[in-house]
């Protein structure tokens, strides 16, 4: 069998921020074939279209097509001739750019007659004039088109022309915003489709038109079936290229090199998805093998204290670095003061705080493979001699992933590189049950896209939290196998704890851990009795908790005494604890799950309210102080 050639990968200038200069730049230094030139990005070029053919073709660049042009079919004398001149000074720019293909929409005129074959006999014109060129003329239905707003009316059009320079254009969006059935396009001839355009959305309701101008995003970032849509396109036997065509607020204030970089990586992802090309599976995972902190000589003191208090105890420090593992339970925390290490380099930026997480995993090199081939390449520091060389990739934020496959010799990274202190000990806290993360305004799609398709994570729901100052967004991304749990945390707002965390830490980062016990009142009255404290928890919200829950009196009293939240869902119950903060920087949470699947986000309400205040009394105390 040969094997086909690949497609084209193209992206719409209009998808990326910046001058077309800065556009075409990021897709060529990201890796595109082509772009599709979006004409009002010409409009404001300071420049002619042989310009920018001229900068494309030093960047290696193909112009895939020109776009868009709109209103042309089916209307009235005298817009019908005016239509075609208009036409002619397209094709004169086309030929200046240099590219052979222009995507025609469906018109959306309320002149515009109801009436196929006019729309056929008008595009066939603009064709034959087009291919008198050696131009090709390009057709799509969009979704909100006057009277062509499906991809069969389109095609219907098409035919009925039957003109060689006249073929469809596709856009997943267009199709999939209307639950319109795709499976017929791999029914088509494929050398009669010329031009394919990826975007996915979140399902919403709301008009086709809003949705698809403020809320598109890249394959994989949303909830449509765009794999399936491009599974079925490609049956029909289509070679051209595959390009992404996103309008959405977040791009267009986000660098083009970043869009660009997501862009790609999901048009790998969904070509993969869709049996077009081959990546390898992602890894099976095995929960989290460490959590490892930035920290300096004095940070470390005061967390070592602060981890004492939750039980944890120094079971161990690195051969060769200034860097100590803390245990309990199945939970690693590796504190590390090295000096000129990706550490280190973390602390500057951040002060102490989580630097990198560990998962275990089936397979670490298949798992970086296909990190690699999805624009993420591996990670490596400087290791001493003898040591395991522990294979990474880097997140967006920069926070190192270390993969900790099973070794071929059976030792365990701690026992290769770490003089481990035994201990017995009678563990109250077990492992680590979810690491939540904020994130950078607008980044959450490009988070989402990272977890899922270097790892194969699925989004869960999206909660809204209210924030005392605002909202916060959370979507957790879950391992299939349920041990890796992350929430990420979004806020529009400077002023909540997400967006004042974002702010204050220069970026994105871990902003709590939860470690998981099987018995949380004994977890918490054992840390009371270290001294460790929890997070006050104000009573009206035990009286509430008896309204909503029914809870009998002892049981009240037990998570009142002890300030534990409380929630349940229909799998079951949780109970949890918030500790104070260390540095402002992140907390720890105490979770007891009994089958409860989600994370506690009722009750994250009434902990932002009251970090806020505890925020608010400490600004109070230091302007006292000031006075
Ligand atoms: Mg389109
Ligand atoms: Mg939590």
């Known amino acids: 069998m040969s094997t086909p050639t690949p497609h084209l990968r193209s992206i719409a200038t209009v998808s990326l921020s910046g001058s077309l200069a800065e556009k075409l730049e990021a897709a060529a230094v990201i890796g595109f074939d082509g772009v599709e030139i979006f004409e009002n990005d010409l409009l404001t070029f300071d420049g002619s279209p042989a310009d920018v053919r001229r900068i494309a073709e030093d960047l290696g660049l193909a112009i895939t097509i020109f776009q868009p042009f709109r209103d042309f079919e089916a209307m009235p004398e005298p817009q019908r001739r005016r239509n075609l001149d208009r036409a002619e000074r397209k094709f004169d720019v086309m030929q200046a750019l240099g590219t052979d293909l222009v995507l025609v929409c469906s018109s959306i005129h309320p002149a515009t007659l109801d009436?196929?074959?006019?729309?056929?006999?008008?595009?066939?014109?603009?064709?034959?004039?087009a291919g008198a060129r050696g131009l090709r003329v390009g057709y799509e239905a969009l979704a909100w088109g006057r009277h062509?707003?499906?991809?069969?009316?389109?095609?219907?059009?098409?035919?009925?022309?039957?003109?060689?320079?006249?073929g469809l254009i596709v856009d997943s969006f267009h199709t999939l915003c209307l639950d319109d059935d795709f499976a017929g396009l791999a029914d088509l001839p494929g050398e009669r489709i010329f031009f394919v355009q990826l975007a996915d959305g979140p399902r919403l309701s709301m008009d086709p038109l809003s949705w698809s101008r403020h809320f598109r995003n890249l394959p994989g970032q949303g909830q449509l079936d765009v794999a399936g849509f491009l599974r079925a396109t490609l049956a029909s036997g289509y070679q051209g290229p595959l390009s992404l065509e996103i309008f959405n607020d977040d791009f267009?204030?986000?660098?083009?090199r970043l869009t660009a970089r997501d862009g790609l990586r999901s048009l790998i992802l969904v070509e993969a998805e869709a049996g077009a090309a081959t990546l390898p599976p992602p890894p099976r995972f095995?929960?989290?093998?460490?959590l490892e902190f930035a920290v300096d000589a004095e940070a470390r003191a005061r967390l070592c204290a602060f981890l004492a208090s939750l039980g944890f105890r120094h079971a161990g420090s690195h051969r060769s670095k200034d860097v100590e593992l803390w245990r309990q339970g199945r939970i690693n925390l590796v504190l590390n003061a090295e000096p000129d290490s990706a550490a280190s380099e973390h602390f500057q930026l951040h002060g102490a705080s989580v630097c990198a997480m560990a998962l275990r995993v089936d397979d670490a090199g298949a798992a970086l493979t296909r990190a690699n081939a999805l624009l993420s390449p591996p990670w490596q520091e400087r290791i001493g001699s003898g040591e395991r060389q522990i294979p990474a990739v880097r997140v967006p934020d920069g926070t190192l992933i270390y993969l900790i496959g099973p070794d071929p010799s059976g030792r365990t990274i701690w026992e290769d590189d770490f003089d481990l202190i035994p201990a017995d000990a009678d563990d109250a806290l077990t492992s680590i049950d979810h690491i939540a993360q904020s994130l950078p305004t607008g980044r959450m799609d490009g988070f989402v896209l990272f977890y899922r398709a270097i790892f194969g994570f699925e989004p869960a729901q999206v909660w809204e939290i209210p924030d005392p100052y605002g909202l916060i967004r959370s979507r957790a991304m879950?391992?299939?196998?349920?041990?890796?749990?992350?929430?990420?945390?979004i806020s529009e707002s400077r002023e909540t704890a997400t967006g004042r965390f974002v702010s204050a830490y220069s970026g994105a980062g871990v902003h709590h851990i939860a470690l998981a016990t099987g018995d949380i009142h004994c977890a918490v009255d054992a840390m009371l009795a270290r001294g460790g404290t929890l997070l006050p928890i104000p009573e009206n919200y035990y009286d509430d908790l008896a309204a909503r829950h029914g809870l009998d009196d002892a049981t009240l009293e037990a998570l009142r005494a002890r300030n534990l939240l409380y929630d349940r869902d229909e799998h079951g119950e949780f109970i949890h604890a918030y500790t104070e903060a260390f540095d402002d920087r992140f907390f720890c949470e105490i979770v007891e799950r009994r089958g409860y699947q989600g994370f506690g986000a009722v009750n994250a309400t009434v902990r932002l309210a009251v970090q806020a205040q505890r925020r608010e009394a400490r600004r109070g105390v230091a302007r006292m102080a000031s006075m």
């Open 252 to 256: 267009r204030a986000a660098p083009a």
């Open 478 to 489: 879950l391992s299939p196998d349920g041990t890796i749990r992350l929430p990420l945390n």
């Open 115 to 129: 009436d196929p074959a006019r729309a056929a006999a008008d595009l066939a014109e603009m064709a034959e004039r």
């Open 148 to 166: 062509t707003s499906r991809w069969r009316q389109a095609w219907d059009i098409v035919q009925r022309a039957g003109h060689p320079a006249l």
């Open 286 to 290: 095995d929960g989290v093998e460490f």
